[in-house]
């Protein structure tokens, strides 16, 4: 198994609402990573989590909350978002030794209203 | 400030025609870099990395240190190569990735 997992594929949410984000890879990798990306735009770093640990966090807002609950599982809960934070939200991972080739999800849609 | 610069937004080509996809870099040390690809209504993916020096899907890319470039060349252009292309390099904390801003190109028939 060579893919990282997004769930859901699409997401609209309200601004008060509450709603997360799924990853999940079985390739035994111990970096997972969120990233955000725009239209017409390249991905932005959001989180790194290295051996279930957060390592990077790149000054993102708290309204967005990442977790990792296990080796294989990303979550990224939304709470009090803004329209503006609409986008395409990319997990991925990696093995945790130095450089490596970075594996990306389809991604998350989510549409802020 | 390390950074990677794509300077086409869009490149058009006729297929069968020769592509480059330019790529310049501004770094520090020994530079890692990377092409990745991002399909219409797929993933994003790894096309290929200096260091490995493979030629994939037709696609080779050559560190020039004097010229500080990572330019991505394939012959032959083919349809289905169509798509949004990034230069990437290590971040700052060395397991993150930093994509340029990504060259579109479209491959007419």
């Known amino acids: 198994d060579t893919e990282v997992t997004q769930t859901p594929k699409h997401l609209v949410m309200g601004m008060t609402n509450k709603k997360s984000l799924k990853c999940e890879q079985h390739?035994?990798?111990?970096?997972m990573y969120w990233y955000k990306q725009k239209a017409k735009k390249p991905p932005e770093l959001m989180f790194v989590y290295s051996y279930e640990k957060l390592s990077i966090n790149e000054s993102v807002p708290s309204r967005f909350s990442p977790e990792c609950p296990n080796s294989s599982l990303l979550n990224l809960h939304l709470h009090a978002l803004q329209p503006e934070d609409s986008a395409l939200y990319l997990c991925a991972s990696s093995q945790d030794r130095g450089v490596n080739t970075i594996y990306f999800g389809e991604g998350s849609w989510l549409t802020v209203v | 400030a390390q950074r990677v610069t794509q300077p086409e937004k869009l490149l058009s080509v006729f297929k069968g025609a020769p592509v480059e996809l330019k790529c310049n870099y501004s770094?520090?040390?020994?530079?890692?870099l990377f092409w990745y690809v991002q399909y219409s209504r797929q993933r994003l993916q790894l096309l290929l990395r200096?260091?490995s020096r493979e030629s994939i899907k037709g696609f080779t890319a050559d560190l020039n240190k004097g010229e500080t470039s990572f330019h991505l060349k394939k012959p032959f252009a083919q349809e289905e190569d169509s798509a949004m292309y990034y230069c990437a390099f290590p971040g700052n904390y060395g397991q993150n990735f930093v994509f340029g801003p990504g060259t579109r190109l479209s491959v007419l028939p």
């Open positions: 200096h260091i």
């Open positions: 770094y520090s040390g020994s530079p890692e």
């Open positions: 390739m035994g990798h111990r970096a």
